[in-house]
């Protein structure tokens, strides 16, 4: 039997969360106050990830940085990494919101998009 | 080749600049040599902002015999130089029969040292021009002729004009050494070297070192250092005279003094010093300058302070200023020791030098075409409606408030960068138009004036200093070098 | 002089939701005024996710949040002017601004939302001793030179304060290259939400001190130490237990002021508990058909309820507009006691209410398993269970008209009842 103390960050209530693991691989959660507490407690103890949310270098725009974040989560061991990525890229007008602008980022899935219009 | 001046003034305060202004009537090179990327950086930027009475010198002191005078020559300079300055009168606070007597002593002073119209105020007298001072005041002694002034805005104003009639300024350059050849002063700097006839030392802090570097040594100076608070302009209608309290052997207590853009200064404090860079503030001190302004007038906002700083007075050895001709450099003229009331003092002391060079040089060449007056500053949110509208026609930069805080325009900050001696800096550009001196302390604005210093002087955002060109702002772009190690 | 129903001023969460507001409550002629270059307002450079959660049931980014307000008002065609300085306001509703495009103008107003929003309390405010270098930024000033103007401000960073955006801000200047050493709160527990605790500094290793301030600035032209301090009870610092941390930015994040000057100058009572002006159930200040909404009044954690305030306060305004706000009736003041600092609205005029008085308030300290007791007068009318409260986190109450209506009373005072 496992026992961990999480915090739930699925949403500002930040649950504090108790998660037991049995014997025959049960969970029992407790402290959530709705059911995303144990989905975010299974991810987070086993492949936690983490939305990121960052800028781009801009040209040809007054606006000098676009925001943009990843369309999910990307693995907590692979932010930097994505970073880096994202740090080599440079857009320009015009973009909508939701335009892609890294397609699967590292092999995740995810994809880097606009925050905004620029 | 040195390039070669008649005058060369040390230090870029107001002394400096004053007596530089003084001098540009004539028809003289002369240069003003400053260590730091601004006039007007150390003391003359962080002090009371006061021009005293001057009843508080010793009759028979150099003190004595500038302040007063000087005092009276402020409205024709700052009417000359549109350089902001209020007669708003002082008063002398004291709460018991000891207190009593020293105001008596300093009334029977200003007297003697030819302070005009002061008189003894009794309690009623107090309260009814002062309503918000403690109602324990037995009397006061009331100098109608303290003023208010920024004392960094008139030595700005100063080198302006200077530079406008033929002076020269240069900046980020320290005199090292100076050395005396036959009928002239080599002074050597990290940037260059400058022949010259003459040497005026308003160094400051420094002045001694400077004096030493060609005279016998013959004063010191250790400063002293004094803490304030600033309030917030939405403060209204807590004093509207200088208030000083009558002092004791504890002390001397600390002022409450309006300011011209609508502040209120509390402090100083007074303690030696033995680092001349040392402006840092205390806990203590700030603390001991809440209880005594507080003792003065005990509905104080202190929940309305916006900034609390430190600045040094220029104190000597010899307790007194130690102005003229240097006994064994002729040629070298000092205005050391240059503590309060120095700023008071300074119209009448740059006469006064003036007037020994004159003699040394054996008769100086006026000017004719020396022009007493500045180019008026607009101060948009002072101005009425009309004007406003006018403006804004004429120049749309008018119209982008870039400092919400006190409404200080694109088009003010603009034009303080283009102006001779103008803004290199952050802190320079607060010290001209204030963005940054309101109650965001330059939190929504400092970006703005970043964007338009780096625009109008053609550099890259991150080589605009917040002060000295060491006190960087910014480190570089972003997305240039990549992040931290992975989780 | 330009005639208008409704002028919003601030365009941002606030100001748009009540422009929104206003309109579909049937009044036409609106004009929001906004002086930056573009709406939105703050919410452009909170470029994280966490907004909507309450709104749109969904997480957006700070831009996401803004652009689905700005995208509904420019479709509604609700007039808007950036760039434009409101100078003054006065009772008569008449309002002075300034921008490049229009010049000097003049614009009568039938009604005004005053939707201003807040500013960071500095390093003045908070009076930290030592010298005054170049290097210590207000976390929001910090955010902007990253997020927008695209310029990082240092490298080695100390944060004081863990509000929200001190924490965001610690993981920003992380994911772009500085090393944030430490995080001092001087309360014994965050300002901020949990998540940002957890995703904020526990993902990134950096230390969070409660309990403990920077006492002492370093460095003559930049910064170039901070010294910490534990503190007692009192907040004052423990001789003895101060460390030194080498840093070259030192990022302040300890709270927020609503930004009245406008208001003030107009003559609006102000509440000194919120710093905001006294508003009424419509949202309406001691001027008549003058409104306030969001962070202008109190400040918010969470822009959804900043949004839910303002459609309230767009709405009232559309109803000031064709008189159908009344000053007749019934009327109470509302009044914190025990525990609460302050409410929001102070004074409520009950026959403007539907079915719902909404309460906004905030508690003075941390409480487990307490209560909220709502009092008309020594009459208690209502108590609601709390197993959590926290200086940090405003509390809503939504109370059925029928609980005050049939009464008649001055003052309704809400106070906590700790657990025995």
Known sequence: MEKHNLICINCPMGCRLEITITENGGWLIEGNQCKRGLSYAQKELTAPTRTLTTTVKVKNSLLRRLPVKSSDGIPKEKIFEAMALINQVTVEPPISIGDIIIENILDTGVNIISSRDL | MNDLYDIVIIGAGVSGTYIARELSRYDLKILILDKDNDVANETTSANSAIIHAGYDPKPGTAMAKFNAPGNLMFDKVCKELDVPFKRCGSLVIGFDDHDKETIETIYQRGLTNGVPDIRILNHDEVLEIEPNLNPDVKLALYAPTAGIINPWELAIALAENAIDNGAELKLETRVTDIKKEDDSYLIITDKGNYLTKYVVNCAGVYADDIHNMVAKPSYSIRPRKGNYYVLDNSVKNLVDHVIFQAPTKKGKGVLIAPTVDGNFLIGPDSDFIDDKNDNSTGMDNLNYIKNSGLKSCPSIPFDKVIRSFAGLRATSDHEDFIIGEVEDSKGFFEVGGFESPGLSSIPAVAEYVVDLINQRHGGLRKKDDFNPTRRPVIRFNHLPQEVKAKLIQKDPAYANVICRCETITEAEIVDCIHRKAGARSLKAVKKRVRPGAGRCQGGFCGPKVVEILARELGKDWSDIPYDSSKAYILTGETKEESGGENL | ?420
């Open chain 3, 1 to 420: 002089m330009i005639n208008y129903e409704v002028v919003v001023i601030g365009g941002g969460p606030a100001g748009l939701a009540a422009a929104i507001e206003a309109k579909r409550n049937g009044v036409n002629n609106i004009l929001v005024i906004e002086r930056d270059r573009e709406l939105g307002g703050i919410l452009q450079q909170c470029i994280h996710n966490g907004f909507g959660l309450h709104v749109f049931k969904e997480e957006l980014t700070g831009p996401e949040y803004a652009h689905r307000f700005i995208k509904e008002l420019k479709d509604m065609g609700i007039e808007y002017k950036l760039d434009t300085m409101v100078l003054s306001l006065n009772k008569e509703k008449v309002i002075h601004a300034i921008s490049r495009e229009d010049g000097y103008m003049i614009i009568k107003a039938k009604a005004v939302v005053l939707a201003m929003g807040c500013r960071e309390r500095t390093a003045g405010a908070i009076n930290i001793p030592g010298t005054r270098p170049s290097g210590v930024f207000s976390a929001g000033t910090a955010q902007r030179y990253i997020n927008i103007d695209g310029y990082l401000v240092g490298k080695k960073v100390v944060i004081l304060g863990s509000g929200d955006i001190g924490l965001i801000m610690a993981r920003r200047m992380t994911l772009e290259g500085a090393k944030v050493l430490a995080v001092a709160e001087i309360m014994p527990y965050s300002g901020g939400l949990n998540r940002n605790i957890v995703q904020c500094l526990n993902d990134y290793n950096i230390p969070l001190y409660l309990s403990h301030t920077i006492t002492e600035i370093k460095g003559r032209d930049r910064v170039t130490s901070v010294v910490i301090s534990q503190v007692d009870e009192s907040m004052k610092p423990i001789p003895g237990t101060e460390f030194e941390l080498e840093c070259d930015t030192v990022l302040l994040s300890v709270g927020l002021i609503p930004e009245n000057e406008l208001s003030e100058q107009a003559g609006i009572e102000i509440d000194p508990r919120t710093k905001g002006p006294y508003v009424t159930e419509t949202m309406e200040t001691s001027i008549d058909g003058v409104f306030a909404c969001g962070n202008v009044v109190h400040v918010h954690d969470l822009v959804d309820f900043v949004t839910e305030e303002s459609r309230r306060a767009g709405k009232n305004a559309a109803k000031y507009v064709k008189d159908l706000i009344t000053n007749q009736g019934k009327s109470f003041n509302t009044k914190p006691s025990n525990g609460v600092s302050y409410i929001v609205p102070q004074k409520v005029r009950v026959d403007n209410i539907d079915n719902t008085l909404d309460i906004f308030l905030r508690v003075r300290a941390i409480y487990n398993n307490a209560k909220l007791v709502l009092k008309a007068d020594d009459e208690v009318i209502k108590e609601y269970n709390k197993k959590h409260l926290a200086p940090g986190e405003m509390e809503h109450l939504v109370l059925p008209k029928k609980l005050f209506a049939d009464k008649d009373f001055d003052t309704l005072t809400i106070e906590v009842k700790e657990a025995n």
